[in-house]
């Protein structure tokens, strides 16, 4: 009874240097999002996908990528780390679009940290 | 621009009484609201929703209220418990999109 997996959990980046954070669903949903939250904000979408081979950009993507292949992964990549990309990173899905009681799960997080 | 607002970043109750958050948005589109709950170290966990065609929406102990010629909704939480301090988020979603706009979280406190 998984939901949603994100690894990892914490990292330290420098800055420039790239990385991908996992996230991965075993619900079999179709939609898949991932989020940031910064210190006394609430949670930003970075980028969406509603399917495996469909993503598309949320309110804030510049700075990262995305994938999906499969209905499970949705991986994040950060190209160029910068320290304004510090953050709590939150991967979530659904079933659906956010109507009728197709809530969004979410993982734990990924604590990251641009130095 | 923060089109879902939720004006109060701290909120402390003692245990029993009545926990009353409020949230407020902007976008008349806006047409189903949620709200989730966050313990630390974690990621949010779906609390209660309602619809736009509702004003009242009830769970065990939460109860959401919607008012939508004021674009208010609240979430109340009776009795409140020690184990229900927390962050609570406000969310909605509406007209043609898929996405979820957050407030900024309400942190929750409850003491003996």
């Known amino acids: 009874n998984a939901g949603v997996t994100q690894t990892p959990k914490f990292r330290i980046l420098k800055i420039g240097q790239s990385m991908t954070l996992q996230c991965t669903q075993d619900?079999?949903?179709?939609?898949m999002y991932w989020y940031r939250q910064d210190p006394g904000m609430g949670l930003k979408l970075i980028y969406y996908?509603?399917?495996?081979?469909?993503?598309d950009k949320g309110e804030v993507p510049n700075g990262y990528n995305v994938s999906r292949s499969t209905t499970e992964d949705f991986p994040l990549r950060l190209e160029l780390a910068a320290p304004s990309q510090t953050s709590v990173y939150f991967c979530a899905s659904s079933y659906s679009r956010q109507l009728s009681n197709q809530p969004q799960h979410f993982g734990d997080g990924t604590r990251l940290s641009i130095l | 621009d923060q089109q879902v607002k939720q004006n109060s970043p701290s909120l402390s109750v003692q245990e029993g009484r009545i926990s009353i958050l409020n949230c407020d948005y902007t976008?008349?589109?806006?047409?189903?609201f949620l709200w989730y709950k966050k313990y630390p170290a974690e990621g949010p966990t779906f609390l209660i929703s309602i619809s736009s065609i509702k004003d009242k929406n009830e769970d065990g102990r939460f109860t959401v209220f919607l008012n939508k010629s004021a674009k208010h909704l609240s979430l109340h939480i009776v009795p409140s418990q020690p184990g229900d301090s927390a962050v609570y988020f406000c969310a909605a979603s509406g007209g043609n999109t898929d996405k979820l706009i957050f407030g900024t979280g309400t942190r929750l406190q409850v003491f003996p």
């Open positions: 619900m079999n949903h179709n939609y």
């Open positions: 996908s509603v399917g495996a081979g469909i993503t």
């Open positions: 976008n008349s589109m806006f047409d189903y």
